[in-house]
Nanobody, 122 residues
């Protein structure tokens, strides 16, 4: 059974940092790409970043480029999303998901974690 466990969210002031973790079981990061998505209240889910064994990292919204860094530790089967210089508009539930190939749309992802709340206060 494939499971993705996202954690690391919390409440942080604007300008602060958080590191999200996504621990995968039942699949190998050598075979799957892991993406991070977020969904703010009243908004659609959007792709944030993805990392694949063949192509490395990809970042989707311009708003996170230079502030967020995705990385993976294959030995721990864990993908991280380091988020720096956080802004109130980053407030959302963050989800990790697994796919064969990185893509922006959530429809490409086969397995999903449960989400972790990130709240950035102004």
């Amino acid at each position: 059974e494939v499971q993705l466990q996202a954690s690391g969210g919390g409440l942080v002031e604007a300008g602060g940092s958080l590191r999200l973790s996504c621990v995968a079981s039942g699949l190998s990061l050598s075979d799957y790409a892991i993406g991070w998505f977020r969904q703010a209240p009243g908004k659609e889910r959007e792709g944030v970043s993805c990392i694949s064994p063949s192509d490395g990292p990809t970042y989707y919204p311009d708003s996170v480029k230079g502030r967020f860094t995705i990385s993976s530790d294959n030995a721990k089967n864990t993908v991280y999303l380091q988020m720096n210089s956080l802004k109130p508009e980053d407030t959302a539930v963050y989800y990790c998901a697994a796919t064969d190939y990185c893509g922006y749309g959530s429809e490409w992802y086969e397995y999903w974690g449960q989400g972790t709340q990130v709240t950035v206060s102004s």
